[in-house]
C-alpha cells in the first residue's frame, strides 16, 4: 500500500544527544515536510523540500537539520542545539508544492522525548 | 505566526447531533482545507474549498468559506462517536508558499 512511513514511533533521547527521525513515501511525490505539533497548538514547519537535493527553512527551522538525497527519502535530525525537543513530529507529503492545490498525506508522527 | 484560529477548542456533543466548528484567518488565501487528526495519529485531509467557491459537500461534511469575512466552517452532519478527533483548517496564503495550519478544535461525540 502506498503512504508515509516514519520511525520511530516513539523516542527517548538524553540532553545534548542528536536524534534522527525518519520518514519514508512510496508516493512518488515530489514535495516532503516536517511538521512539530506541541499539545494544544497547531502544527509548525519546520523544513520542506519540493525536490530532491533541495530544501528550505519553515517557520522553526533553528535546532534542526534534513536532507533530500532520494526522492522518497525525508530524515529530520533534532541537534542538541534544539532547546526545547519534546514534541510530537509529523512528515508529510504532496505532489505538487503547496500552492497548487496539493493536499498533505501525513505519517502517523514520532513523540520525541527528551529525559 | 498562526493564520488559522479555530472556535470552539473544545465542542462535546452527544450522538446524533451536527457539530459545527469555525475557523478564522488573517489574509487572503488560495485555498483553505480542512484536516482531521485522531489522538495520537498523522492527520488526515477531509477536503479543500478555493478562494472562489462559497461551500462545498462531501459525505456528511459541508465546508463553507466568507472570503469577505476571513471565515470558513466545517459541519459534520448526524455525528457519530467515530467521530471523536481534532479538526484542522490549514490556509494556502496568498502571500507565502506554506501550508499555515490553525490549532484545532477537539471533538468528543458521546456515544
Known amino acids: 500500500d502506498g503512504g508515509i512511513t516514519q520511525s520511530p514511533k516513539y523516542l527517548f533521547r538524553k540532553e545534548g544527544q542528536n536524534v534522527t527521525l525518519s520518514c519514508e513515501q512510496n508516493?512518488?511525490?515530489?514535495?516532503m515536510y516536517w511538521y512539530r505539533q506541541d499539545p494544544g497548538q497547531g502544527l509548525r514547519l519546520i523544513y520542506y523540500?519540493?525536490?530532491?537535493?533541495?530544501?528550505q527553512k519553515g517557520d522553526i527551522a533553528e535546532g534542526y537539520s534534513v536532507s533530500r538525497e532520494k526522492k522518497e527519502s525525508f530524515p529530520l535530525t533534532v541537534t542538541s542545539a534544539q532547546k526545547n525537543p519534546t514534541a510530537f513530529y509529523l512528515c508529510?507529503?504532496?505532489?505538487?508544492?503547496?500552492?497548487?492545490?496539493?493536499?498533505?498525506?501525513f505519517g502517523e508522527g514520532s513523540r520525541l522525548t527528551v529525559l | 505566526s498562526q493564520q488559522g484560529e479555530e472556535d470552539p477548542q473544545a465542542l462535546s456533543i452527544q450522538e446524533g447531533e451536527n457539530a459545527t466548528m469555525n475557523c478564522s484567518y488573517k489574509?487572503?488565501?488560495?485555498?483553505l482545507q480542512w484536516y482531521r487528526q485522531n489522538s495520537g495519529r498523522g492527520l488526515v485531509h477531509l477536503i479543500l474549498?478555493?478562494?472562489?467557491?462559497r461551500e462545498k459537500h462531501s459525505g456528511r461534511l459541508r465546508v463553507t468559506l466568507d472570503t469577505s469575512k476571513k471565515s470558513s466552517s466545517l459541519l459534520i452532519t448526524a455525528s457519530r462517536a467515530a467521530d471523536t478527533a481534532s479538526y484542522f483548517c490549514?490556509?494556502?496564503?496568498?502571500?507565502?508558499?506554506?501550508?499555515?495550519f490553525g490549532t484545532g478544535t477537539r471533538l468528543q461525540v458521546f456515544p
Open positions: 508529510a507529503s504532496s505532489i505538487p508544492a503547496f500552492r497548487k492545490d496539493g493536499e498533505l498525506f
Open positions: 474549498i478555493r478562494s472562489n467557491e
Open positions: 490549514a490556509t494556502d496564503p496568498v502571500s507565502t508558499d506554506k501550508l499555515i
Open positions: 508516493l512518488n511525490h515530489d514535495a
Open positions: 489574509t487572503s488565501i488560495n485555498n
Open positions: 523540500s519540493q525536490i530532491v537535493n533541495d530544501f
